[in-house]
């Protein structure tokens, strides 16, 4: 069973860092694409960096420059270094696993975390 647990949220101020923590279980990378949506308030959730089961990585304009994800295989983690926050980035922070080649729609997600950038 697929299971995933956000952590590393928090309140900063804008233009401070945040590193987000997804800590996988139930299943190995090994075939798995990994995503993380962002959920702003009035907005709906959208995916703002994926990265592949070959180490292919995509990224939202809106986070180009400023986010990065990676992963440990050894850790069954993966990560969402944050730098150069904005205040546009408040929001719940979730992540997803979907079997390659399965629809994003489709993954199971966890329950996110808040991450809230103050002006």
């Known amino acids: 069973q697929v299971r995933l647990e956000e952590s590393g949220g928090g309140t900063v101020e804008a233009g401070g860092s945040l590193r987000l923590s997804c800590a996988a279980s139930?299943?190995?990378?090994?075939?798995?694409?990994m995503g993380w949506y962002r959920q702003t308030p009035g907005n709906e959730c959208v995916q703002i960096v994926n990265?592949?089961?070959?180490?292919?990585?995509y990224l939202d304009d809106s986070v180009k420059g400023r986010f990065t994800v990676s992963q440990d295989n050894a850790k069954n983690t993966v990560y969402l270094q944050m730098n150069s926050l904005k205040p546009e980035d408040t929001g719940v922070y979730y992540c997803?696993?979907?079997?390659?080649?399965?629809?994003?729609?489709?993954?199971?997600r966890g329950q996110g975390t808040q991450v809230t950038v103050s002006s």
């Open positions: 990265i592949t089961s070959d180490d292919s990585k």
């Open positions: 997803a696993a979907a079997v390659k080649g399965e629809r994003w729609s489709q993954a199971p």
């Open positions: 139930g299943f190995t990378f090994d075939g798995y694409d």
